[in-house]
C-alpha cells in the first residue's frame, strides 16, 4: 500500500511560530511521524510539501494510478482552492483532510473547507497526530 501525504503552504514553518495554535513540533517532527508510522504499518509514505498551488495540484495529477490514498493539509488553501479539489476529483483517488489546529473554533473563514468536499474523512485538531490517524484511516478502509 502507498500513500502520499501532501502539505500545503507554510506548513513547513511549523514550531517556528504560534505555537499556541500549532504547537512546538516543526516540520522535521512532522517527517520523522511519517517515517515512523511506514515502518511500524509497513507501508510506503511519500511525502510533498509546496506552498504552490499549482504544485499541489501537478503532484495530485502524478497520483494518479501510483497511489492508494491520499492525506492532504492543503494549509491556506484549504479555504480557497477549488483547483485542488478538482484535481482530489479528477485523480479519484481515497483522501482524508487534515489539520493540525481546530479550525473549526478559528475565524470564520477556516471554516470553510473545498478539498473537505471531496475526501471522506477530516480530521482536525488533534495535531501531527492527526496524520498518523489519517493514514490508519485509510490503511483500514481501502
Ligand atoms: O490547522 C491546519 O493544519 C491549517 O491547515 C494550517 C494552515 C492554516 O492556514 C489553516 O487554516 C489550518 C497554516 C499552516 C501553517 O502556518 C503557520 C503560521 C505561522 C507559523 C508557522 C506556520
Do not use: W
Request: charged letters at 20%.
Amino acid at each position: 500500500m502507498k500513500i502520499l501525504v501532501i502539505n500545503g503552504p507554510n506548513i513547513n514553518m511549523l514550531g517556528i511560530r504560534e505555537p499556541g495554535i500549532y504547537g512546538k513540533n516543526t516540520f522535521a517532527d512532522l517527517l520523522a511521524l511519517l517515517e515512523q508510522t511506514a515502518q511500524e504499518e509497513g507501508i510506503e509514505i511519500e511525502q510533498y510539501q509546496s506552498n504552490h498551488e499549482g504544485c499541489l495540484v501537478d503532484r495530485i495529477q502524478v497520483a494518479y494510478g501510483k497511489v492508494d490514498g491520499i492525506v492532504i493539509n492543503p494549509a491556506a488553501y484549504t479555504h480557497t482552492s477549488v483547483a485542488i479539489l478538482d484535481a482530489l476529483k479528477a485523480v479519484s483517488i481515497p483522501a482524508v483532510e487534515v489539520h493540525i489546529s481546530d479550525v473549526d473554533a478559528r475565524e470564520p473563514f477556516r471554516q470553510v473547507s473545498y478539498a473537505g468536499l471531496y475526501c471522506c474523512k477530516t480530521i482536525k485538531g488533534h495535531g501531527l497526530e492527526g496524520y498518523r490517524e489519517a493514514i490508519l484511516y485509510l490503511k483500514n478502509n481501502i
